[in-house]
């Protein structure tokens, strides 16, 4: 039996998005999931299974550039097909841009945004702590789709981070969501 339960299917993007079946143990799927130890090998069972599904439920001989594993709202990889390789969130639209405003420092941003400063460095190819007015930074983050369910509050809570962090990178003026509106999460790095 699979680990997936259904699929989605994106034409335009070749990329298919797979569900985590939820009576498998998704706690377990993850804590095993993230090892560092085993990061790498996770990943590439990850993508054979999600090749496995996509051999049963697309027709022979489509093309797949992409696979986005999903257990219900939340993104847990998105694989490339090209490189058999994982893919981090850090890279391609699952990031946002800052502009840094005149006298903000990068450790005032980082604070701001609640994420590591380090590692906001090494996600800009920053190699010293200077930034200047009006420099774009490329802010990691995870993209997160607005359920029934959802409040600012909860979504701050679930991805451990300021619910000013989320307006900002949002540029939300109130905490008033949308059924659907896909938010961007600065995602913490540690």
């Known amino acids: 039996m699979s680990i997936f339960y259904k699929y989605e299917w994106d ?24 090892s560092r130890e085993q990061h790498i090998s996770k990943r590439k069972n ?3 299974s999600a090749r496995k599904y996509a051999m049963q439920v697309l027709p ?7 696979y986005r594993i999903k257990f ?5 990889a998105v694989l490339d097909e090209k490189n058999g390789a994982g893919r981090e ?4 639209p699952a990031h946002a841009v800052y502009k840094i405003q005149s006298n903000e420092t990068l ?8 994420i590591n400063e380090t590692c906001l460095k090494k996600a800009n190819h920053l190699e010293g702590d200077t930034v200047f007015a009006g ?5 990691p983050c995870y993209l997160h789709t607005v359920v029934t369910s959802d409040s600012i509050i909860k979504i701050a809570q679930r991805y451990d981070i300021s619910r000013e962090a989320i307006r900002k990178m949002n540029s939300l003026s109130t905490d008033c969501l949308k059924i659907g509106q896909s938010l961007k999460i600065p ?3 540690y």
């Open 60 to 66: 022979k001989g489509t093309a797949v550039e992409s």
């Open 135 to 139: 420099m774009d930074l490329k802010i």
């Open 11 to 34: 034409e335009t993007n070749k990329e298919l998005t797979v569900f985590i079946n939820p009576t498998e143990a998704f706690y377990e799927f993850a804590v095993e999931y993230d």
């Open 72 to 76: 219900q709202q939340f993104l847990v």
């Open 187 to 189: 995602k913490r790095l």
């Open 89 to 92: 969130l850090i890279e391609g």
């Open 107 to 114: 450790e005032d941003i980082a604070q701001k945004l609640s």
């Open 46 to 48: 990850l993508l054979e």
